[in-house]
């Protein structure tokens, strides 16, 4: 019988992509926007996240540079690459 919360739930869990280790719950959620059908602004994004642009643009930054991108475009064009999406 297993329990949940052991140790034997969190070894089959399924673990985050290769792509996102390291990643913090405030960078995938900027992911999910760049990321979403209505390509948001920045700074609507900032709005939606509740956070000031100056802080997305932090985020965007670490995103770029995680993922050796230059542009939003490029950010979502390797994650839908990444998985197996269009590319």
């Known amino acids: ?10 070894e089959d869990a399924d673990p985050a992509p290769p792509a ?11 992911i999910r926007l760049v ?7 920045w700074e609507y994004m900032a709005v939606l996240m509740d956070i ?3 802080t997305l643009h932090r985020v965007r930054k670490k ?3 995680y993922f050796g991108v ?6 979502v064009r390797l ?7 269009p590319g």
Request: aromatic share 4%.
């Open 52 to 54: 000031p642009l100056p």
């Open 1 to 10: 019988e297993r329990k949940l919360g052991t140790l034997e739930d969190e």
């Open 20 to 30: 996102l280790n390291g990643l913090d719950e405030r960078d995938l959620e900027t």
């Open 63 to 65: 995103l770029f540079n």
């Open 79 to 85: 994650l839908d690459v990444q998985d197996g999406g």
């Open 35 to 41: 990321r979403h059908k209505a390509n948001y602004s």
């Open 70 to 75: 230059r542009s939003k475009i490029e950010l």
